[in-house]
């Protein structure tokens, strides 16, 4: 028997808008408002996200404003993603939900299950970056360069990105499935030393890092992404998706969040810790 989730695709929204939306998503769901919630998305405006805990000083504005580029704040942690020429999904469920295992690192594995379905719909030959067997020895660490346990690699590069957080009692999961990557407007958007030291890190980063385009030589379109992802949860998770449709009052609370959160400096460009020594923020 198939587990009933929701199915939202919103589209190309704006940077604070989609942030906003995967917070209410949490948020609805802690308060029994929303069973289990697959979304997919994009972005209006190529968007530099950053994690949660990550200082906003290793980031060119300058680049930022010349690429016309959005930039936020992320609910969950993780180093700077470029979004741009993608699809972004997030997922909510509740902590207790019996499929859901206590490890991050095995949630990780469950919930991932339907991104490597997705990817095989495609004829992408993705695999996990490290086996279930060795999920239990390896230790976190995130880096926009390396592949972590839980993600997607094709001969060894990796071509997805996820994050996690968990919040009054529900698991958040989103993540970056790029068609393509556009690593000079990735490392411009970053601060470097010199332009030496920024030469080097791209051609380290063409050595880790792929996309859909590389691996298939296809240009796929923002629909064909969503068919092969939707149906790739379904299997993967074991579930069936229904239409999720939002009343006008949560369409509001989500609009009521991006001015008041994310699209603020207070919340983008500083950390907790530096918004606590200014004395306000959330």
């Not at 920024?198 to 379109?221: G, H, P, Q």
């Amino acid at each position: 028997m198939q587990t009933e989730w929701a199915f939202i695709d919103t589209g190309h929204l704006s940077a604070a808008v989609n942030m906003a939306f995967d917070e209410c998503l949490l948020n609805w769901h802690s308060q029994g408002n929303i069973p289990p919630t697959l979304r997919f998305y994009g972005w209006n405006k190529p968007t530099l996200s950053i994690g949660y805990f990550q200082r906003a000083k290793t980031i060119n504005f300058d680049a930022v404003k010349k690429y016309d580029c959005e930039f936020v704040r992320r609910l969950t942690g993780g180093s700077a993603v470029l979004h741009d020429d993608e699809l972004t999904y997030s997922l909510v469920i509740s902590e207790r939900d019996p499929g859901i295992p206590k490890s991050v690192t095995k949630a990780y594995y469950v919930l991932s299950q339907g991104i490597l379905e997705g990817y095989r719909n495609l004829g992408v030959p993705a695999e996990f970056a490290i086996p279930e067997r060795e999920i239990d020895q390896e230790r976190s660490a995130i880096c926009f360069e390396k592949p972590s346990f839980y993600e997607m690699v094709v001969d060894g590069k990796k071509i997805c990105g996820n994050a996690q957080t968990r919040k009054s009692g529900v698991l958040m999961q989103h993540g970056s499935l790029p068609m393509s990557l556009d690593t000079d407007m990735l490392f411009d958007l970053f601060a470097f030393s010199s332009d030496e030291m920024r030469k080097r890190r791209k051609e380290k980063f063409a050595a880790k890092a792929t996309s859909i385009k590389d691996v298939i030589n296809k240009t796929l379109t923002y629909e064909t992404m969503v068919a092969a992802f939707k149906k790739g949860f379904e299997t993967g998770l074991g579930i069936h998706l229904s239409p999720l449709t939002l009343t006008d009052d949560q369409w509001e609370e989500i609009q009521k969040l991006a001015q008041s959160k994310y699209a603020t400096d207070l919340w983008n460009y500083y950390t907790t810790k530096e918004r606590e020594t200014i004395g306000t923020g959330n």
